[in-house]
């Protein structure tokens, strides 16, 4: 019966959380799209106005041409290339339900943010009652890791093994398989599929899981490299077991 209704309670638990990330996904998405749209006409525009005047242009109004065209930047909007760029949205489904993702687990790379004051407002609630539902989502897939570790150490026991060096054995073990899982394998991933060294790799893995997330690196982020479609989702999913594996590193 306990374990029955323990199953149902995960159950319940997976499904409200991704409910929640894919109703905060469409919200933003709502919310911010139209807002970038109006950004990226403006920063087109800028740069049409620019090429134009380009030769005559006053010590002063290049000195304003640059801080508009650095903003644009800051702001995910990169005025390169054709017009197609306009119709490709950071707001797009899979970058929205990113974004919430990064929200609620605490990492905010901060290169996709919410501008309108609506987003922010909704972002504020959103984080409020996200960041404690990741907690007890992660505690929750923690726990099912754990498990696995007892019955590792359930079955060295039967092996005639010692109680401390058993829990030795499965840190070790944990530690080991964790660091090889999480970083080692997903860095030579980030290297084919960014094209970053094995280095810069195993720092963003490292600097997306401790949460610190500078945002220097992001993945699916480069303009001309062709991403595989899902790219991002894969590495949503790689971030929450990540972070459900050194929560319960702590634990251990």
Known sequence: KAMCSGKLQT?????????????????????????EKQEKMAAAQMKEAFLQNFTRLTVAEMEQFMKNLTEAIQNGVYPVGNES?????????????????????????????PKTAGGQIFCVFFALFGIPLNIVFLHRVGKMLSLL????????????????????????FFLATGILVF??????????????????????????????????????????RNYFSYYRTLVAIWILFGLAWIALLFNL
């Open 11 to 35: 159950g319940l638990l997976v499904a409200g959380y991704f409910v929640y990330l894919l109703v905060g996904a469409a919200v933003f998405q709502a919310l911010e799209r139209t807002a």
């Open 85 to 113: 760029q306009i119709e490709d949205s950071n707001w797009d489904f899979s970058n929205s339900f990113f974004f919430a993702g990064t929200v609620v687990s605490t990492i905010g790379y901060g290169t996709l943010r």
């Open 149 to 172: 570790c007892k019955k590792l150490g359930k079955f060295l026991y039967e092996k005639g093994m010692r109680k401390k060096k058993i829990k030795f054995l499965t840190l070790l």
């Open 183 to 224: 970083l080692c394998l997903p860095s030579v991933f980030f290297q084919i599929t960014e094209g970053w060294s094995y280095s810069e790799g195993i720092y963003f893995a490292f600097i997306t899981l401790s949460t610190i997330g500078f945002g220097d690196y992001v993945v699916g982020k480069q303009p001309g």
